[in-house]
């Protein structure tokens, strides 16, 4: 366990600071995901019974106000249904600019120690470890984002389409 927390302490070290904003989008973004699949597991089939209860309960369903009605709980249920997808979009894009970032810093170490310390290696060589480590981490977390939202993006859209489908209009 000692060893884990060093190599994490290293790593951070080397790749700058950077990387604590990484890890918190990455935090973020996989507790939402987490969130999601609970909502879905457990949530889900609740949201869905109470609105068909309502829309069930209703005797008249050709009307423009019974059209309103039925929009209205599509409308309600697709909030639900969707919940922080669009948060956990945006930490995914957001990893790799984060990541960008970090190369920026880096490179500027870089261009820092070659004015102060001529073309010395030794020097230049911290710097381009700081470019490119944030760059790595930013990319490895939006790649495992991307897997998480888009089995999400998936099952959004097809519940959100058989709830549409579940509400008919047949009397």
Not at 4 to 28: E, K, N, P, R, W
Not at 64 to 78: C, P, T
Request: proline content about 2%.
């Amino acid at each position: 366990m000692g060893n884990a927390f060093q190599a994490i302490q290293s790593f951070i070290f080397q790749g700058g600071d950077v990387l604590y904003l990484i890890a918190i989008t990455i935090f973020l973004m996989w507790t939402l995901i987490v969130e999601r699949i609970w909502y879905f597991y457990f949530e889900h089939k609740s949201v869905v019974a109470e609105a068909t209860e309502i829309w069930e309960d209703r005797t008249e369903r050709r009307s423009w106000s019974a059209h309103a009605i039925r929009d209205r709980l599509v409308s309600e249920a697709s909030d639900k249904i969707m919940g922080s997808l669009p948060i956990i979009q945006t930490c995914v894009i957001l990893c790799p600019l984060l990541g960008l970032l970090g190369t920026v810093t880096g490179m500027i170490q870089v261009f820092d120690a070659m004015a102060t310390q001529g073309g010395n290696a030794r020097s230049m060589a911290a710097g381009v470890s700081a470019a490119t480590i944030p760059t790595m981490a930013g990319m490895v977390a939006s790649l495992s984002g991307v897997l998480g939202s888009t089995w999400i993006k998936r099952k959004v859209d097809f519940q959100i389409e058989l709830f549409q489908d579940h509400l008919t209009m047949d009397h």
